[in-house]
């Protein structure tokens, strides 16, 4: 008889260990589901956070590059003041060659900012560069060259900050 009851308390003792093995079966598999979606959580946290960071960049640039084009356009009316103070007969060398290092300096703090002109006479006209407010008949210039520059154009990278006003030969 007590091998009939040694035998029972075993195989109540193997029941009791393979309920608590699947109990523990069971937490484990709910523990990698809850870790695989905290996980799935976590990356899609982070690629959020790197498209905003990229994004914020993208809105910095633009908002610095267009800043700079502002400031530039404001300044520009003081360089095509410069060039038709030049353009003036003065007796005083002295005072044009002041007024010409002045727009020379305008002009390279303007090139350090990456602001350039926009090339005009002698070149093809570029309805994307230069507004052209005249036509001509001149037989020195070919079909949409440009012949005389009213007011420069300028760019700030690919943007135009003022197009160029400008004749076009016909």
């Known amino acids: 008889m007590d091998k009939e009851k040694v035998t029972a308390t075993e195989e109540q003792t193997e029941k009791v260990e393979t309920s608590e093995l699947d109990s523990v079966k069971e937490e484990l598999e709910n523990l990698k589901e809850e870790k695989d979606e905290l996980y ?17 960049q993208r809105e910095k640039d633009a908002i610095y590059g267009d800043a700079t084009a502002e400031a530039v356009k404001k300044l ?12 003036y007969e003065c007796k005083d060398e ?12 305008l002009k390279e703090v303007f090139e350090g900012m990456g602001v350039k002109e926009i090339p005009d006479v ?10 052209a407010v005249m036509h001509t008949e001149d037989p020195a210039y070919d079909e949409n060259v440009i012949t005389d520059c009213y007011r420069k154009g300028y760019t700030l990278g690919d943007k135009v900050i003022r197009f160029s006003m400008v004749t076009v030969a016909n």
Do not use: M
């Not at 799935?40 to 959020?48: C, G």
């Open 76 to 87: 520009l009316p003081v360089i095509d003041s410069f060039e038709r103070a030049l353009n």
């Open 40 to 56: 799935d959580k976590y990356l899609r946290t982070l690629a959020e956070y790197d498209n905003f960071r990229k994004r914020s």
């Open 94 to 105: 002295e005072f044009k060659k002041g007024i010409s290092l002045i727009q020379n300096t």
């Open 122 to 131: 002698g070149e093809q006209f570029n309805p994307n560069l230069h507004e």
